[in-house]
């Protein structure tokens, strides 16, 4: 024990090593070990030496991260440790080390009880633009959001660096329109309309009016108003144009024999498409099945730390890639089915919805995807064989639920 705090005892400039610190370290401890250790797949982060002189408490609440090591999770106002700058998700690290040998948490709290003074240590930590929201996440969570946010960033400055610029001289950029100069357009627009209007011979007026009364009789006979703009799927479209164009199947329509006569057939019927809200409403859950904990946590987590609109935003975007992986991710073909499944966090779109949003990484997570790494990207994972759990219903009707709120 003795050597171990010595390790954190104030180090003269000759004794310091820039490799990896003194050759000491713990059982089960993880080092860094370069491309893929970290979740952005490149530097661990910025390595920041501190030293906490002042006796008395350190005022810094640590937490245990899976790999036994310790991490910030919380800092008391003016202490010690928030005069020395620490903040929630730095990683604990022996000074000497390059951030590279992190301390062990049941170690650190041991020297956290002991009177020496000064402690020396380094922390390492992942800087990003985003800021921290007001979940209630783990530090560890926290820390390994940031890195992925690190990862995506640097990626984003790697791509800009590699595009070249276009001087303002080279390109025109178009001029877009003023508001006004739209509104003048459109008022102009609508004044030659009206003057084309007055200006009808009354052969004109009435072919016109003879033109809408036949459009009224044709859509009371289908049915529906088939000269109305209605928005349906595209399967819908589809069965209306085979509808139209060869009619429906009606058990009491005269046999071909009949047919073959000289009687005169009724023109097919055809069924007005369904309205796709309808499709949205049935959409819901059959049975009042409870989510898992973690569902409720991450959920919670989204919708009480960002803004509305945000939320409402990112809920959308989820909700596709969740019924996407659990449906045609699950296809037989699974060269198609793969792109459904897997989530690329550095498209910018993802980025803003999942990486930018407090809670969404959690929540996906919650219902099955996996955080991994193929070549410097990282991706969320959707398993191959599974269709999510029996509550995923319920979850996505709730999600559906508060966009329309």
């Known amino acids: 024990m003795d050597k171990f705090f010595d390790r954190f005892k104030p180090k003269k400039k000759e004794e310091k090593k820039s490799g990896g610190g003194l050759n000491f370290s713990w059982p089960g401890q993880k080092k860094f070990e370069g491309q893929g250790q970290s979740l952005g797949g490149g530097k ?9 002189s002042e006796p008395g408490p350190l005022g810094v609440k640590v937490e ?22 620490l903040i929630r998700g730095d990683i604990l690290c022996f000074q000497g080390s390059n951030g590279q040998e992190e301390v062990p948490y049941a170690l650190f709290l041991e020297l956290a009880r002991a009177n020496q003074r000064p402690v020396c240590f380094e922390i390492r930590r992942v800087k990003t633009k985003a800021t921290e929201g007001k979940g209630t996440r783990s530090a560890e969570a926290y820390a390994r959001q940031q890195a992925v946010i690190a990862a995506a960033e640097k990626r984003e400055r790697a791509a800009k ?6 001087k303002a001289s080279e390109k025109k950029l178009p001029e877009l329109l003023s508001a006004q100069e739209k509104r003048q357009m459109e008022e102009e627009r609508l004044a030659r309309m009206d003057e084309a209007v ?49 009619g429906t199947i009606d058990s009491s329509t005269p046999s071909s024999t009949a047919a073959a006569s000289n009687e005169v057939q009724s023109l097919p019927t ?8 309808s499709t949205t409403s049935n959409a819901t859950t059959k049975s009042n099945v409870p989510v898992s904990e ?47 499944r897997k989530v690329r966090l550095g498209n910018a779109k993802i980025k803003a919805a999942i990486v930018e949003v407090e809670g969404a990484f959690d929540l996906m997570n919650a219902v ?22 029996n509550w995923l219903p319920v979850a996505l009707a709730r999600m559906e639920k508060y966009e329309k709120s």
């Not at 209306?240 to 060869?246: D, E, G, L, P």
């Not at 803004?307 to 198609?336: C, P």
């Open 44 to 52: 661990p982060g910025t390595v920041i030496p501190v030293e906490l």
């Open 64 to 85: 245990k991260r899976p790999n036994g090591t310790a991490i910030v999770a919380g800092i008391l106002d003016g202490s010690q440790a928030e005069k020395a700058g």
């Open 161 to 166: 660096a590699l595009t070249k610029k276009t």
């Open 198 to 246: 007055e200006n009808q011979t009354d052969a004109s007026k009435e072919a016109v009016q003879a033109a809408k009364a036949n459009e009224a009789k044709t859509a009371a006979a289908l049915g529906y108003n088939p000269y109305e703009t209605n928005k349906v799927t595209a399967g819908q479209a589809r069965n209306a144009t085979v509808a139209a164009t060869h």
């Open 270 to 277: 055809v069924r007005p498409p369904a309205d796709p809200a």
């Open 294 to 340: 973690d569902f409720e946590i991450a959920f919670e987590a989204v919708v009480t730390s960002n803004d509305h609109d945000k939320v409402v935003s990112s809920f959308t975007i989820l909700r596709k890639l969740i019924t996407n992986a659990t449906t045609k991710g699950q296809g037989d073909d699974e060269d198609q089915a793969q792109k459904f």
């Open 368 to 389: 099955g995807f996996q955080l991994t790494e193929e070549e410097g990207e990282s991706f969320l994972v959707f398993p191959k064989g599974f269709k999510g759990e």
